[in-house]
């Protein structure tokens, strides 16, 4: 169980505490339908992608899209942090991308629907590097009536 | 990740993430996440648990219906430490031998791979589109001195690194994956490749090239090996 930084391996924690991150002033959270009635999109940054399709870079703050119907065989991972661990990505995709679980949300009605195209970034990037790819993707999304955006890192 | 909430949300669509750092949330913080402890590289908590995996995933969707962020939620359940009932060595002699080559390890591998890749029905080998052999090879030259574009030596060497992890996966006493990993870099002539490059990566006048070799070939907790490679 990993609980706060003072409480991780020193080598761990401090490879984390390195990570700068950037701060926003508060963004309103906005309202909306119940979630029974919302249509939801995945959105990972564990640098997903479908096998032959562009890996990331370093820097990189661009997006993959990843079909609703994509096999798990043909998912791949190009992140290029090796500070975490893949070994359960490689026996599951879903313990990274969970897009059999929120398939099943919604066949128990807890979702209302499923995007039909759901997206992986890589999140090593620098904030104003994906910044304009998070601003198009938003009208891409209102495009696909998505209502609700889950945000899965790795 | 936590970027990601505030461009979306400002976007227009509403955002719920996990989080799995809780000190970076609280620095960052988007407007709804959902703080787990589980490992990194594993958001969801545990591979194969389905009924596991849409709990975390209902209490982080279930934020979405929240207007008083920005907010953390603290998740109630942990995962322990992975149970381990095995008394587990290397079922397969991989220790590196004098007359051993990178190439002839992997081809060893290439028949417990395909024992994964059945059981599993995928593999996350793929990123640099070369076969295993191939990247063996491009690894191996290298360390001859033969150095190719970070990019294509970074793709090359994580296929690798899931080729074994995966292979590994299918010896018949598998062990925990913490083992596997410690097999990789404690038996393996690819781990021990690894840290003998590092330094030349390092010491490259290449800026791309001292990247990779500093940060993004050994993980931060396995660079104590640095020293004694």
Sequence with gaps: MVRRLSEMPEVEAHHLRRIECPTFDDTPALPGKPLSQRRVALISTAGLHRRGDRPFRPGDGSYRVIPAETPARDLVMSHISVNFDRTGFQQDHN??????????????????????????????????????HAQHLAGLLKQDAVDAALLVPV | MGALGHFLERQGIPTASISLVR????????????????????????????????????????????????????????????ADF??????????????????????????????????????????????MPAAGALLAAALAGDLPSAQ?????????????????????DPGTSKKRKAWLWDETLFGKALLDLQPRLAASEDPQLRILGNLTLIPATERHRLAKA
């Design chain 1, 95 to 132: 313990v990274a991308f969970p897009i059999d679980r929120l398939r099943e949300l919604v066949e128990e009605g807890v979702v209302g629907s499923m995007a039909s195209m759901h997206y992986s970034f890589m999140g090593a990037f620098p904030p104003d590097a994906a910044e304009p």
């Design chain 2, 23 to 82: 000190e970076h949330t609280e620095t960052i913080r988007p407007p709804r996440a959902l703080w787990v402890t589980f490992e990194l590289g594993r958001p969801l908590g545990i591979p194969d648990d389905p009924d596991f995996q849409r709990r975390v995933l209902r209490a982080t969707a279930e934020l979405l219906e929240r207007t008083d962020g920005p907010l953390i939620a603290d998740y109630p359940e942990h995962v322990g430490e992975e």
């Design chain 2, 86 to 131: 095995t008394g587990w060595a290397c079922p397969i002699n991989l220790a590196p031998q004098a007359t051993d080559t990178l190439a002839a390890e992997i081809d060893r591998l290439a028949t417990w791979h395909d024992q994964s890749v059945a059981r599993t029905g995928r593999t996350t080998v793929g990123v640099s589109g070369l076969d």
């Design chain 2, 152 to 172: 294509t030596l970074k793709e090359a060497v994580d296929d690798l690194r899931a080729y074994y992890l995966e292979a590994a996966s299918a010896f018949p």
